[in-house]
């Protein structure tokens, strides 16, 4: 079974920066992409930044220039370094990915993390 398990939320002032990291386990022949998504109380789910394995990224217009993802192939590992924070950054902070697991018969599937609080107050 894969698994996805977050870690680096917190508390941070305005103005200031935090680093989350997500570590894929299980039987994983190859992942195809990894993304960070978040989620305010009373909004939808929505998409922060991308990146694929070659090292293409996308992001949301909102954390453009504060936000950078990246990822280590070899550990299965991706972080979101996130610095100018706002308190409009706020969110549960959810890693996802799209993986080959073993013995998939080349097939894919998306499995998300249980998530990680952000919280940006004074």
């Known amino acids: 079974q894969v698994r996805l398990v977050e870690s680096g939320g917190g508390l941070v002032q305005p103005g200031g920066s935090l680093k989350l990291s997500c570590a894929a386990s299980g039987s994983i022949f190859r992942i195809n992409s990894m993304a960070w998504y978040r989620q305010a109380p009373g909004t939808e789910r929505e998409l922060v930044a991308q990146i694929i394995t070659e090292g293409t990224t996308n992001y949301a217009d909102s954390v453009k220039g504060r936000f950078t993802i990246s990822r280590d192939n070899a550990r299965n590992t991706m972080s979101l370094q996130m610095n100018s924070l706002k308190p409009e950054d706020t969110a549960v902070y959810y890693c996802?990915?799209?993986?080959?697991?073993?013995?998939?018969?080349?097939?894919?599937?998306?499995?998300w993390g249980q998530g990680t609080q952000v919280t940006v107050s004074s």
């Open positions: 996802n990915a799209n993986v080959r697991p073993a013995r998939s018969r080349d097939v894919n599937f998306v499995y």
